[in-house]
């Protein structure tokens, strides 16, 4: 069985960096052809993709939000971490890290964590 | 990027109605779609990958299909438990992208 979790800051300022962890159990990233992304809902919104990063440790970035992300794995702790920069208001949202099934898509998805940028 | 758009943006219906909801993609995706279902405060979950194939455990009143850029998803009869926000989502290219969901309401 699947699972994921994330943890990291519930509240952080603007201008500041926001690093979540995304602990795993039920399979490992040294195996081919395995994916672990980030996905973010801002409250009453769509849900947008961020990063991921393969077994291989090849990672992609949403174009929007390159700058500012990078997503980087610790395959002896089964964990990934996202850290996202220069943290705005409009980046409030639950953030989400789930196994990418197929190389395509998302499943199954962590519980997610409410990141609130406030000062 | 691929723009994913879902129609209606909401729907109302009652249990025991079909409903079919739709996804567009702006460039051909071939079956690289994915439906997935949220409930309030929850994760979304993955019902169906590759346009069509169910995933193990979701009902089967649950059904996608569609190819190329234009999917759809149906509900043969609605239960209680099947209202909630249904998002698309392409796995065809970088950067993945979803569609702005679909909120099924009880009438």
């Known amino acids: 069985q699947i699972t994921l979790m994330e943890s990291g800051p519930t509240l952080v300022k603007p201008t500041q960096t926001l690093t979540l962890t995304c602990t795993f159990s039920g399979f490992s990233l040294s195996t081919s052809g395995v994916g672990v992304g980030w996905i973010r809902q801002p409250p009453g919104k769509a849900l947008e993709w961020l990063a991921l990063i393969y077994w291989d440790d090849d990672k992609r970035y949403s174009p929007s939000l390159k700058s500012r992300l990078t997503i980087t794995k610790d395959t002896s702790k089964n964990q990934v971490v996202l850290t996202m920069t220069n943290m705005d208001p409009v980046d409030t949202a639950t953030y989400y890290c789930a196994h990418h099934k197929q190389l395509a898509f998302f499943d199954p998805w962590g519980q997610g964590t409410l990141v609130t940028v406030s000062s | 990027d691929i723009q994913m758009t879902q129609s209606p943006s909401s729907v109302s219906a009652s249990v025991g109605d079909r409903v079919t909801i739709t996804c567009r993609a702006s460039q051909g995706i071939s079956d690289w779609l994915a439906w997935y279902q949220q409930k309030p405060g929850k994760a979304p979950e993955l019902l169906i990958s590759?346009?069509?194939s169910l995933q193990s455990g979701v009902p089967s009143r649950f059904s996608g299909r569609g190819s190329g850029t234009d999917f759809t998803l149906t509900i043969s009869s609605l239960q209680p438990e099947d209202f909630a926000t249904y998002f698309c989502q392409q796995g065809n290219s970088f950067p993945r992208t979803f569609g702005q969901g679909t909120k099924l309401e009880i009438k």
């Open positions: 590759s346009a069509s």
